[in-house]
C-alpha cells in the first residue's frame, strides 16, 4: 500500500513539474470518453489488485498472470475493453490537472481503504479483495 502512496505521490510531482505547454495543448477526445468519475473507480481497483498481487508469496510469472487475470475482470465490470482504457488513460495522461486530480482522489480513498482494513483486519495476506469499497469519489471538479 505504501508502494503505491509512493508511486503516486511521484506522478503527482512529475505531473507538477511538466512544462505548461502540455496544458494548452488540445488533445483527441477518445471515444468513447471514460468520466473522470469512472477513470478514479477503475483506476482505484486496478492499484488494490496490483498491491494484492503484490502482497502474495508467489513466483513472479504466476503474479503477472494472476494481475491479468484481475484487470480482465476489472475491465468486464465496466464493460470496456483494455484498447478503450489504454486510449483514455493516455488521454488523461496527457492533461496534468486532470490526472493530478484523479491521483489525489486514488490516494484519499487508499488511504480510507487502508484505514478500514487496518480497522477490521481485512486483506492482509490474503491479497486481492472479493468485493472493493464503494467509491468515495469528491464533487469537486476541475474546469476544463
Do not use: W
Amino acid at each position: 500500500m505504501k508502494n503505491i502512496l509512493i508511486i503516486g505521490l511521484i506522478l503527482m510531482a512529475i505531473f507538477a513539474c511538466s512544462n505548461d505547454k502540455r496544458q494548452t495543448t488540445e488533445v483527441e477526445v477518445p471515444n468513447p470518453l471514460i468520466s473522470r468519475e469512472e477513470m478514479i473507480k477503475i483506476l482505484m481497483e486496478i492499484h488494490l489488485a496490483e498491491s494484492g498481487v503484490a502482497m502474495m508469496a508467489i513466483d513472479h510469472q504466476r503474479s503477472i498472470g494472476l494481475y491479468k487475470r484481475y484487470h480482465a475482470d476489472i475491465m468486464k465490470k465496466y464493460q470496456i475493453d483494455t484498447a478503450i482504457y489504454n486510449k483514455n488513460y493516455n488521454y488523461y495522461m496527457q492533461k496534468p490537472l486532470e490526472m493530478e486530480y484523479i491521483f489525489t482522489m486514488i490516494e484519499d480513498s487508499l488511504v480510507r481503504v487502508q484505514a478500514v482494513a487496518k480497522k477490521s483486519d481485512i486483506g492482509g495476506s490474503r491479497g486481492y479483495p472479493n468485493k472493493f469499497p464503494t467509491s468515495t469519489v469528491g464533487q469537486d471538479s476541475i474546469k476544463k
